[in-house]
């Protein structure tokens, strides 16, 4: 079966660039969505289609998706940002979250 | 504007099935662009996937629950639901519906708000 590998934490200070990834076999053959999961409430879709935002998400959130990693990228990163974020993608009729990412704003 | 809301008992007893509804608003599940799914959270772990439906009737399983789970649309097409048979503790979670998009590697582009489910006694 296919795996999608993130790190289980990462920290930033305010106003800093934060970088997530998720990495897997051959990723780039692949699409990957990202989500935002702040507690207690429904992930949100942050990113779809390796780098296109949906209507209503902020330009400092953007992705990339090369070789064996994708990578999700917050510029500015604001406090409201701190959150779980999880990479997804679909891969022979299943689809595959990766395990989480754990945003800390310093 | 497209609303997913859950529905069914927050609280099954183990070896029971779990069952679970999911409303649609704003959007038609006979739609050729959307699979229709579920996810669950265990307390304080990760997404994990279950299963979707096409509008078609067709179904594709986690492969570590398929002989678990079972995903059907209402012939409304208004809802459709879930059954998780033999349940165990390790099965509660946060159960949510969601809106899989086709053409982008099923992004979740629509999430219900999720509806806690405990196995217990």
């Known amino acids: 079966s296919y795996d999608l590998t993130q790190s289980p934490s990462v920290s930033v200070s305010p106003g800093q660039t934060a970088h997530i990834a998720c990495s897997g076999d051959?990723?780039?053959?692949?699409?990957i969505s990202w989500y935002q999961q702040t507690p207690g409430q429904s992930p949100v879709l942050i990113i779809y289609?390796?780098?296109n935002r949906p209507s209503g998400i902020p330009e400092r959130f953007s992705g990339s998706n090369s070789g064996n990693t994708a990578t999700l990228t917050i510029s500015g990163t604001q406090a409201m940002d701190e959150a779980d974020y999880y990479c997804?993608?679909?891969?022979?009729?299943?689809?595959?979250f990766g395990g989480g990412t754990k945003l800390t704003v310093l | 504007q497209v609303q997913l809301q859950e529905s069914g008992p927050g609280l099954v007893k183990p070896s029971e099935t779990l069952s679970l509804s999911c409303s649609v608003s704003?959007?038609?599940?006979?739609?050729?662009?959307?699979?229709w799914g579920w996810i669950r959270q265990s307390p304080g772990k990760g997404l994990e996937w279950l299963g979707l439906?096409?509008?078609?009737?067709?179904?594709y399983y986690s492969s570590s629950l398929k002989s678990r789970v079972i995903i059907s649309l209402d012939p409304s097409r208004i809802h459709f639901s879930l059954q998780l048979t033999s349940v165990t503790a390790a099965d509660t979670a946060v159960y949510f519906c969601?809106?899989?998009?086709?053409?982008?590697?099923?992004?979740?582009?629509?999430w219900g708000q999720g509806t806690l489910v405990t196995v217990s006694s």
């Open positions: 997804q993608t679909w891969d022979t009729g299943t689809v595959i």
């Open positions: 969601a809106r899989h998009v086709v053409v982008a590697a099923s992004a979740v582009d629509y």
């Open positions: 704003g959007d038609a599940i006979n739609s050729t662009t959307y699979y």
């Open positions: 051959k990723l780039a053959d692949k699409y």
């Open positions: 439906i096409y509008y078609t009737g067709s179904t």
């Open positions: 289609q390796d780098s």
